[in-house]
């Protein structure tokens, strides 16, 4: 090609690499004139304008001039051509370039130079060594364009790419994340989980090679091999077992779960490694620990081999630790699924084993039931030789509670006959509304005991419905039974109808209704709804299991409506007709044969006799002569009213009994009349026996009261916990009346053992504080006197005796005076209290003037009341005279003004007189220190004070006994006072 044909002939030959940035620097300092383009000066317009364009394009790109191809290219294209390339590129031909992808270029370059069309190519894979020795995976979008002359003759190719690399690479791992986690979630197992694992990354070779998942024990001191890819199992890069402790660990398992980090390992000399996908064996790998389920410990670890075409970076790293993430999750996950199917089967395994179970002992339970009845119901129907009334009352109960067990079992064998598939339904035409009346009417007596009402609609008609009467049977008590246990007001209702092809029975109940949580488990087998308010606790949480079940087998279903505190509406729907059952279970004529077994009444009287039990009112007997003196009673709560009597009965010829059907009940009684040991079930309704025993803890006055728990729970674990609750002994249901009256006698005997105890404790603890009041308050003035004396003996044995001032010694005898006073007075009290304790007060009643005592005795207080600041006077303004003890009066006025004086010091005192309304009445008024209404009653006791002994001294006796005068002269003494605002005293005296 000519290179003058289009020769702009500038001056500026230069001019078009303007603003070509880093690359157009390089392309005016190259020597073009050793190239194929010749200097740039002799560049045609054609070729510069294409440079041009190139080197202001954003986008890699480059100018293929010539048939040679010589590159000229900008600044981004430098990044295709990496370190290995650049810039040694510019000026050289595309093969010289490029020589390892010739393969493709050579006839791609070659057809647009024949053909003259540009191609387009998107996402394509070229390995380019653009890092020396490293040929990388690159992925581009490339365009190729042909460059014509002015005269259309094609010069060149222009070339513009952009490297998708990154998101080619990034689109193909996310693909391999989401599968992995999408089919490994799949899996059955553990094993399954790594088989479809090393699946899914068999699909992204590219970047991983070669794969190994080992499974670590949990002791961390071996690893087996569960799964490869590309490498065989069993050879030297795949040992089927690595052991911690030993040299045979190519891939540094044992480090990566002993660091609990990813080993990154150089795999150059390693042998037997897969050259696919890239014709090269991977030169790195990485061995990633998987933490267990638990997280404590690793589970797994995950060998992965590094593509010999790409760079461990951290994306790259990121990949491999997503991938170990997902595996560990999903291996998680199938342990879980194992360990639940483990679950399931030993659930199942055992389910079958308690049917079994349920079966086999419901029928052993049924013969020696039976040799019971039998000759029970002899016994009680022998008019020959009947009973004595205790003896058939005892009878009686052997025989109820028989009959409830034969009830139980006959419940358990119905419920392992449904599980083991082995029910013989007989369905057979009934006329329903008939039968079901018939069935409710047994409850009508049981009902009406429970002061409630029972109403039965039924159609007439007379249209038969097809079922197993005996089923059918089941499911109407049960239903009744469970209305009345949960029904304190109101009545039951029970309807049945027949409408659009189904036959429904309702019975509806206006009892405590069922909170809105627990209606969807109401029908599971044992599931009994806690806290619920009933009749009673008892109860084995079968029935409506049973009524759903039954309903089933009819091929019909069992609702239930109910609002808490209303009460509740259970509903049976049965299809009509036949054609839903099974052919050979339905009968076109009623069944007229003999029945076998227990009849309809026989099963209704196991269900009705019950509910009657739940409303007797226990019998109030008599104790019977127990003692010559009264004694505490005992206390007996349960639930059950036949358990209750029992029990009762055993207790009642040795000590007094009540009983309690529940512990709210029980505590009413308490609360009138403590008893001396309480014996309360544990299951009961209302208030069970744990929180009846914490109630009597909590209360001060009851916490030592002696609590025997009873409850059918056994083995030692029902033991422990009712001790730890605070019980003092736990006995086990059966038990025998000789071990119950042993235990109730220890314990007694213990409780009287702790009550002495207390009260020795006490009366030393009372004789104690006794003692140290007597010494404080005698202390004294003994020392007081003692001075006196010794000051007289130091006056007496002075030469100048007959010197001294008289009103000195008459001061020394005075104040010795006063202290034998005061000692006189405390002997005094201690005598009146033993005189009162021993003997009571003798009174010497004379006519005597209260006015006039009290004046002398305000008068005997002048002193004390100036030496106090305390300013006394008295309100007498008549005579107030009657037949008393004068001095007994006149101590009791001295002890009220005395404590007015102590406690009100400095403020003044005043005492009144007066004659109300046929009384004598005294008034003490003061405003000292006050006495608290805490305190006011316990200052009348023996000893009794409102203030500490070392701040005012007393022995508090002196209101003790000044109350016990004014009671003896059949009158009161009280006190009106509030702390802080002084006291009124006030003795009332009958003087008509």
């Known amino acids: ?220 001191t071996a690893a087996s091999l569960q799964a490869t890819l590309g490498v065989e199992a069993g050879s030297a890069a795949a040992p089927r077992r690595i052991s911690f402790d030993a040299r045979d660990d190519p891939w540094h398992i044992a480090r990566a779960v002993d660091e609990r980090a990813t080993q990154h390992l150089d795999t150059t000399d390693y042998a037997a490694l897969p050259d696919e996908p890239w014709s090269e064996a991977p030169n790195e790998a990485l061995a990633l620990p998987i933490s267990s389920a638990s997280g404590d410990s690793i589970g797994a670890v995950l060998v992965a081999g590094v593509s010999p075409r790409r760079r461990l970076s951290n994306q790259y790293r990121d990949f491999f630790e997503l991938v170990a993430r997902q595996l560990g999750t999903a291996i998680a996950s199938a342990h879980a699924l194992e360990e639940e199917r483990k679950r399931a089967e030993m659930l199942a395994e055992l389910h079958r084993a308690k049917n079994t179970f349920f079966s086999n002992i419901s029928h052993e339970f049924r013969t020696p039931l ?352 009712g001790l730890e609750r605070g019980a003092d002994d736990y006995l086990e249901k059966p038990f025998s009346a000789a071990e119950l009256l042993a235990r109730v006698r220890t314990h007694l005997e213990l409780s009287q053992l702790r009550r002495d105890f207390e009260a020795e404790r006490e009366a030393s603890r009372a004789r104690d504080e006794f003692m140290q009041l007597v010494a404080h308050e005698l202390r004294t003035p003994l020392s007081s006197l003692r001075l006196q004396h010794e000051l007289l003996d130091e006056l007496s044995s002075r030469d100048d005796l007959a010197d001294l001032p008289p009103k000195m010694l008459q001061k020394v005898a005075s104040r010795a005076g006063t202290q034998v006073e005061r000692i006189s007075k405390r002997v005094q009290d201690l005598l009146d209290m033993s005189s009162i304790v021993h003997r009571g007060l003798e009174l010497d009643r004379a006519e005597t003037d209260l006015a006039a005592l009290a004046a002398e005795v305000v008068a005997s207080f002048e002193l004390e009341a100036r030496q106090a600041g305390s300013e006394l006077t008295l309100d007498a303004p008549e005579p107030v005279v009657g037949d008393w003890d004068a001095d007994r009066l006149d101590q009791v006025l001295t002890n009220l003004i005395d404590n007015a004086l102590t406690y009100g010091e400095g403020e003044p005192v005043r005492v009144q007189v007066t004659q109300e309304q046929g009384e004598a009445v005294v008034r003490v008024i003061d405003r000292g220190i006050g006495v608290s209404q805490a305190d006011q009653d316990l200052i009348f006791e023996r000893f009794g004070r409102a203030v500490p002994t070392e701040h005012y001294g007393g022995l508090g006796l002196g209101l003790y006994i000044s109350c016990e005068i004014a009671q003896a002269h059949d009158g009161t003494i009280e006190v009106d006072s509030a702390e802080g605002e002084g006291s009124t005293f006030t003795v009332r005296l009958p003087n008509d």
């Open 1 to 220: 090609m000519d290179r003058s044909s289009d020769s702009s002939g500038s001056d500026e030959p230069r001019s078009f690499l303007v603003g070509g940035g880093e690359m157009a620097e390089l392309i005016a300092q190259k020597d073009w004139s050793e190239t194929p383009l010749g200097p740039i000066s002799q560049w045609p317009t054609t070729l510069k304008n294409a440079v041009s364009l190139c080197l202001a394009s954003t986008f890699p790109a480059t100018v293929m001039w010539g048939e040679e191809l010589v590159y000229v290219y900008n600044d981004a294209y430098r990044a295709i051509l990496g370190p290995a390339k650049h810039p040694q590129a510019l000026g050289r031909t595309q093969h010289e370039n490029f020589p390892e992808i010739r393969d493709f270029t050579e006839p791609l370059f070659n057809r647009i130079w024949r053909t003259g069309e540009g191609e387009l190519y998107e996402d394509l894979l070229v390995l380019l060594q653009r890092e020396e020795g490293f040929a990388e995976e690159v992925y581009v979008t490339a365009d190729h364009a042909p460059i014509h002359d002015p005269s259309g003759e094609r010069v060149g190719i222009f070339h513009a790419l952009l490297e998708t690399t990154g998101a080619v690479v990034g689109a193909r791992r996310l693909e391999t994340l989401s599968a992995l986690g999408e089919q490994t979630s799949q899996a059955g197992g553990v094993a399954e989980v790594c088989e479809v694992a090393t699946e899914v990354l068999a699909d992204n070779r590219q970047d991983v090679p070669f794969a190994l998942l080992y499974l670590v024990d949990e002791a961390q």
């Open 370 to 721: 039976t040799l019971m009845l039998g000759p029970l119901e002899d016994a009680l129907n022998d008019a020959q030789a009947p009973l004595p009334d205790a003896q058939r009352d005892r009878v009686d109960l052997a025989r109820r509670n028989a009959e409830r067990l034969r009830k139980l079992a006959n419940t358990l064998l119905d419920f392992s006959r449904i599980e083991a598939g082995r029910v013989e339904a007989q369905f057979e035409p009934t006329d329903l509304g008939a039968f079901t009346a018939d069935l409710a009417s047994s409850f009508r007596s049981a009902v009406e005991k429970a002061g409630l009402y029972l109403e039965v609609a039924y159609p007439d008609d007379g249209e038969p419905a097809w079922v197993d009467r005996r089923m059918w049977e089941k499911i109407v008590l049960n239903l009744l039974s469970n209305a009345v246990k949960f029904t304190f007001e109101g009545g039951i209702e029970v309807e049945l109808g027949c409408e659009e092809g189904r036959w429904t029975l309702e019975v509806r109940d206006t009892g405590t209704g069922i909170p809105a949580g627990e209606v969807p488990r109401l029908f599971e087998r044992f599931h009994q709804v806690q806290g619920a308010q009933s009749r009673t606790h008892e109860g084995s949480g079968i029935g409506l299991s049973l009524v759903a079940e039954l309903a089933k087998l009819h091929g019909g279903r069992v609702e239930v409506e109910s609002e808490e505190g209303q009460g509740s509406t259970f509903r049976v729907v049965l299809p009509a007709g036949k054609e839903h059952l099974p052919a050979e279970q339905v009968a076109s004529e009623p069944d007229v044969a003999p029945v076998h077994g227990e009849t309809t009444d026989e099963i209704a009287r196991q269900f009705t006799e019950e509910a009657e039990l739940w409303s007797r009112t226990d019998e109030r007997e008599a104790p019977g002569e127990v003692a010559s003196e009264p004694l505490e009673a005992i206390l007996v709560v349960d639930d059950n009213p036949d358990m209750r009597r029992y029990i009762a009965n055993l207790l009642r010829p040795h000590w007094p009994v009540l009983t309690a059907g529940d512990g709210e009940e029980a505590l009413r009684l308490i609360d009138e009349a403590p008893p001396a040991l309480v014996l309360s079930d544990v299951m009961m309704p209302k208030m069970d026996g744990f929180e009846l025993l914490a109630r009597l803890r909590e209360h001060p006055m009851l916490a030592q009261t002696p609590v025997i728990l009873l409850s059918a729970r056994s083995g030692e674990e029902s033991v422990v916990e």
